[in-house]
């Protein structure tokens, strides 16, 4: 496409919205009526091949709500400085974190929540990817790739759990088998390992639970689960351990420059100064790119709901049963279908739904009931009944629907790795590896030489789950100590001893929702209902504070003792 | 690894498995119960209301009260308690079964020949009923909330919306007002009442609570903490009805909308489940499918009143001994339950049987309703009622002789 | 009104004056009584917990009323003994506190905790 047929296709759609190009990047500005308006705007100037769509179009009325920012405002940070400082303390950004420990810098990580590893990285279905969808030649499908095969020696250094449990893509036409060729001739820029395909007999044998008018499936065996936030946590607790300073409850609200370089930070807990900023806000990271004067892309928040269902229904599969991915393509998701995760449940999921919500974590009953749906008729045993909870993720996109691993258009020491939208969980480790090189670089530039830091430790104390050793070694390790041997949690078998391991380990955060995080306490088929008040005590005489001062996520779990209402009352 | 054995082992210490090991003791049976709280007494640990024991001691008691006397009635019998200790897994063995326990001291085996499960119940989950929205902090189950008022001593919140009227809803509405919590209402998705109209009467008509029949919650607002929920008139079928929806400004939800029987220990066995009931099939005896393996208390059925459950369980207790020295568990007969019921519990029968109380909940509202229960058409069993409710548990007395024929259960209002 | 006297929960009136009055829709003397005493004067029997001090195995102590309590004290009742704690052992049913009148019995017992427990 010309830009002049682009400004003529913009006008069409929208009369009071306009094109340029400026600095390379097409720059949409003007009104639209709708919001899928602004979507469609921006699908077609990313068919431009431009350095990117920065899409100013609004929707009269339409606002999306403020970031979420703690309540907490100190001077912590404030006139300090830093060789590195990597905004987001997602996946990617703590995996950026943990490679940049492999060197002597002082490198700190400033998120906004308060935890790591809550936003898209917690909130997502957990599948490493064999990278079958992608298209060749995309960034994509390259770090895909490569992160894929790193999570086995990642997953041995840091203690998270990660199998490969294969995945199947079940053709729902007959005609889907002449897509063979095609999948067979992507494999030669794009190598998938240990493809295979089956047939209908084949695959009614291995997935018993796929219903039997299903034509056959392409089996993908480097497909793997984990547990996203676990994966996160981890890299987070092994970089800290490693050096790296992790701010948390802190957001960046602010960039200064000179001269096309970043001078100083400002967040809610004081102003400071890094030599190389690297952006892993996920859905925040074109706001980033804006407040460091570099902004050359525009993210467009995709949401994905997912429900999880008790273990009780782990017998309808324990691989990945997905659809073939064809009528979502437009969607840009992976089809979804059903996940066995890394504990045993099952998810459905996820849905793609377009909205102007970076950080909108609420569900509907219309979705959850569409993604049933959906997915029985793949997989017909399928009931909502079983059915514990359920979850909604916004995916980073961009309008090119591409990661973006680059060192800045006009700004010297920042590093984007932003739109890392589905699979970058996946991909994360692997885009780590490359802004660790891009960040030295820039140091380099700045004369900085980052050596090697010798203490580097790539292991993570070891997680002890008392439920996975057999009987005798359960035993021993209960003799030893007995707190293992109190069971807190009753659903997931959680004893007191692996809670006070989450509240003692590296990088602890003593809330609710984390020490769930850590260690599943809270997770299981009662949903804390028996379990919610003993582990908040815990956490109380852990932290030495009165069990009303304990956080659930970011708000309190309780309000007050009762012995306290009594005053309460008198002042109300 | 530590090993004991037993003739009889009990897993939950509430008042079924308290009762159930009295009983299955004083038949002269070594037994052991095994808990994984600190201390006796269940889910009646945290009622500390009154209303209990009724019909078993003619008194008001409270429920730790009630707890207090089973414990002590336990604890001057040779019967071994074993607190702070978790059912892990249970495998069925020539001679019975081995249950694999964590606590403090270690992980042990304890075999058993009979063994009574009393793992009372959990409840339902506010996304087991699609209640969306956001997730801030201040939504509870009931059951947790009094756990944190009872037992912790700290209030959930200041200004709480109940979801459901069920007993425990009503009498978390009554809890909450008294520690100076500010309650909104009851909400309640029926268009009619869940719990017993007495609690009505004594848990909000005392304090003022209004009780909001046909609503529902449908959605939870807030991002820290719970700032509001929306709530909607709901039509027959319990669908909130669009257009119908408001917003109640609150910083805490309690959620009181049912109870589920929890078995996952024993699944794994093989038991044959009743759909009616999402618990065992079970005899009179509340003995399950397998020989030497029963199901009392609120992982039976669940029960309204703690007095059902301890004489239940009392007759558990004794034949699970009996079972333990081989007695025989005799031919079965089912029960077959009519359309009116919701469930019928036992739903087998062991011949001979004698006189049998058949437990029952209707489907609904049901007036001037005659229930018949006969065995190749000869009548074992007529019960009158002049209302029946689901709020309410309810039986009828069957007497069935030798017959072999099943048992049906037929009602006509009239 | 409806009877709570047991679960049954009769639907009952009262009819006639304070000194002459006339229950119906009761099935047993017990519903009689509480008629009566609900039109003159309802009364409730309290339930709630006090605090206990540390090393006596629970946090809290459930008590109840030893009698009724007019309704309308419940409430602030209730909220008075909120400054209470028990830091020696009790048997069940033993007297614990009073408040004026009301006296509260302990509706469970409290023992001191063996060194080896927690
Ligand atoms: C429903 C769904 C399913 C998915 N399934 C898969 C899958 O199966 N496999 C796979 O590989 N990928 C999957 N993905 C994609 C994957 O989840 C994401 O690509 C990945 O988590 C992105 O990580 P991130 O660190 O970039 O983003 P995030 O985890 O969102 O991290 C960004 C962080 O930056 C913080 N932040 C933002 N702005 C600021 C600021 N101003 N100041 C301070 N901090 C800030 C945020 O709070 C957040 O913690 C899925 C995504 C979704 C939504
Ligand atoms: C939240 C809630 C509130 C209630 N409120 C009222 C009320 O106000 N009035 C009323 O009349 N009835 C009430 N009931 C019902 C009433 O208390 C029950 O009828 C009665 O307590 C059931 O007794 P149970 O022994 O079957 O179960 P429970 O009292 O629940 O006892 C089960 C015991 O088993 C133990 N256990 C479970 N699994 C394991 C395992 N794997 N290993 C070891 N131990 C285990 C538990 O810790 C518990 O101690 C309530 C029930 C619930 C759930």
């Known amino acids: 496409m010309t830009f002049r047929a682009l400004e003529r296709r913009i006008k069409s759609i929208s009369p009071e919205a306009s094109a340029s190009i400026i600095d390379g990047c097409v720059v949409l500005k003007g009104k639209c009526k709708s919001y899928s308006q602004v979507l469609e705007c921006g699908r077609l100037a990313a068919r431009l091949h431009s350095d990117g769509v920065v899409n100013d179009l609004y929707v009269e009325g339409l606002e999306s709500k403020p970031m979420y920012i703690s309540s907490i405002k100190d001077e912590e940070l404030e006139a300090k400085s830093f060789d590195v400082c990597i905004i ?205 004067g570099d902004r050359f892309f525009t993210i467009h928040p995709r949401k994905g709901t997912e429900a999880i269902l008790d273990k009780e229904a782990g017998y309808l599969t324990s691989s990945v049963v997905a659809k073939i991915p064809l009528g979502d393509v437009k969607n840009h998701t992976k089809g979804g279908g059903l996940v066995r995760t890394i504990d045993g449940n099952l998810l459905v999921g996820p849905s793609a739904e377009e909205t102007i919500e970076r950080e909108d974590d609420s569900t509907s009953s219309s979705i959850i009931a569409s993604l049933f749906e959906k997915h029985s008729r793949t997989v017909p045993a399928l009931t909502q009944r079983l059915d514990i909870t359920y979850f909604s993720g916004t995916r980073a996109s961009t309008y090119e629907e591409d990661f973006i691993v680059r060192k800045g258009r006009r700004v010297s020491n920042i590093v984007h790795a932003a739109g890392i939208q589905s699979p970058g969980l996946t991909a994360s480790p692997a885009i780590a590896i490359d802004v660790c090189r891009l960040a030295l670089e820039i140091l380099r530039a700045q004369g900085i030489n980052a050596r090697p830091n010798d203490s580097f430790n790539p292991k993570n104390p070891q997680r002890i789950r008392p439920s996975r050793l057999d009987d005798e070694q359960r035993d021993a390790l209960i003799q030893k100590d007995p707190a293992y041997g109190r069971i807190v949690c009753r659903c997931e078998e959680i004893s007191e ?11 602890s955060v003593m809330n609710m929702d984390s020490v769930k995080r850590r260690c599943r306490v809270t997770m299981g088929r009662c949903q804390g209902g028996f379990c919610t008040p003993a582990a908040a005590q815990l956490i109380s005489k852990q932290a030495g504070i009165p069990m009303s001062k304990v956080r659930k996520a970011r708000g309190y779990l309780a309000l007050c003792p009762v012995k306290e209402a009594q005053d309460e009352n008198q002042e109300l | 690894m530590r090993t004991r054995s037993f003739d009889v082992a009990v897993i939950g210490s509430g008042p079924a498995g308290m009762a159930a090991a009295i009983s299955a003791s004083d038949e002269g049976s070594s037994v052991v119960i095994i808990d994984r709280e600190g201390r006796s007494g269940g889910v009646l640990k945290q009622c500390v209301h009154d209303g209990f024991g009724l019909e078993r001691f003619h008194k008001r008691l409270s429920g730790p009260w009630y707890a207090q006397i089973e414990s002590d009635e336990v604890s001057r019998r040779p019967i071994e308690v074993h607190q702070d200790t978790f059912a892990s897994r249970i495998e069925k063995t020539p001679s019975g079964f081995s249950i694999f326990c964590s606590s403090p001291r270690g992980f042990e085996r304890i075999d058993c020949a009979a063994l009574i499960m009393a793992t009372g119940c959990r409840e339902r989950t506010s996304k087991q009923i699609a209640i969306h929205g956001t997730r801030p902090a201040g939504i509870f189950n009931a ?70 029949l046909g609503t529902t919650v449908t959605r939870c607002i807030g991002i820290e903490r719970l700032e509001a929920v929306e709530v909607a008139k709901t039509d027959s079928s319990m669908h909130p009805i669009a257009g119908t929806e408001q917003i109640v400004s609150c910083d805490t939800l309690v959620i009181s909308v049912g ?114 229960a006969s065995q190749d058409g000869k009548i074992i069993g007529q019960k009158y009622y002049s209302v029946l409710r689901p709020a309410q548990m309810e039986d009828i007395e069957i007497s069935a002789d030798e017959s072999q024929a099943e048992i049906r259960l037929e009602g006509e209002s009239r | 009104m409806i009877c709570i006297s047991c679960p049954r929960g009769c639907e009952l009136s009262v009819q006639g004056s304070s000194d002459n009055l006339i229950v119906t829709g009761n099935h047993c003397p017990k519903g009689r009584e509480f008629a009566i005493s609900e039109t003159i004067r309802p009364q409730r029997f309290l339930t709630t917990t006090v605090s206990v001090a540390p090393g006596l195995g629970c946090q809290r102590l459930a008590v109840i009323s030893r009698d009724p309590i007019d309704l309308d004290r419940l409430k602030d009742l209730s909220l008075s003994l909120k400054s209470f704690c028990i830091d020696h052992e009790i048997e069940l049913g033993q007297e614990v506190l009073r408040l004026g009148d009301a006296v509260f019995l302990a509706a469970s017992s409290l023992k001191k905790e063996k060194p080896d427990e927690r």
């Open chain 1, 497 to 507: 001893g692996e809670i006070r391991d989450a509240l003692t380990r590296p990088l």
């Open chain 2, 143 to 212: 059951g947790t909330a009094q756990n944190m008022v009872n037992i912790h001593g700290i209030l959930p919140g200041r200004k709480a919306v109940i979801l459901g009227s069920g007993d425990i809803g009503l009498i978390m509405a009554r809890r909450l007002s008294l520690e100076g919590c500010q309650v909104i209402g009851v909400y309640e998705a029926k268009s009619e009442p869940s719990g017993l109209a007495r609690n009505i009467h004594q848990c909000l008509d005392d304090y003022h609570i209004p009780l909001y």
């Open chain 1, 88 to 292: 987001g303390a997602g996946v990617v950004g703590c995996a950026i974190a943990r490679e940049m420990s492999r060197y002597k810098l002082s490198t700190i990580v400033v998120e906004k929540e308060y935890d790591v590893g809550l936003r898209a990285s917690s909130r997502n279905d957990g599948m490493i990817h064999p990278g079958i969808d992608l298209r060749p030649g995309q960034r994509k499908t390259y770090y895909n790739a490569r992160g894929n095969r790193l999570y086995d020696q990642l997953s041995k250094d840091l203690g998270f759990d990660f199998v490969r449990n294969g995945s199947y893509v079940v053709f729902d036409k007959a005609w889907n088998w002449l897509l063979l060729p095609a999948f067979i001739f992507r494999r030669i820029f794009n190598p998938i390992d240990g493809i295979r395909f089956y047939s209908r007999k084949k695959l009614a044998k291995l997935q018993g639970s796929v219903a039997s008018w299903q034509k056959g499936a392409m089996y993908l065996p480097s497909s793997g689960i984990v547990c996203p936030y676990q994966v996160t946590i981890s890299l987070a607790e092994n970089a800290y351990s490693n050096g790296v300073r992790f701010s948390l409850d802190t957001a960046v609200l602010g960039m200064q420059s000179k001269d096309g370089e970043i001078t100083s930070i400002s967040t809610n807990r004081g102003t400071f100064k890094a030599c190389v900023v690297i952006n892993a806000a996920g859905v925040y990271s074109d706001i980033i790119a804006q407040m460091a």
């Open chain 2, 259 to 372: 109870l589920i029987a929890e078995n996952e220990l024993i699944k794994p066995l093989g038991v044959k489940m009743d759909k009616a009931t999402s618990a065992p099939v079970t005899d009179q005896y509340s003995m399950t499918s397998i020989n030497g393996l029963f199901c009392t208390g609120n992982c039976r059925v669940v029960f309204d009143l703690v007095d059902t459950v301890s004489k239940t369980s009392m007759i558990c207790g004794r034949r699970a001994s009996q079972i333990a020295r081989k007695a025989s568990a005799g031919p079965a007969v089912q029960v077959v339950s009519c359309t009116d019921l919701a469930f019928v519990c036992p739903q087998v029968i062991r011949m001979p049987a004698g006189k049998v109380q058949l437990h029952f909940r209707p489907k609904k509202v049901l007036r001037d309703y005659m229930l018949t």
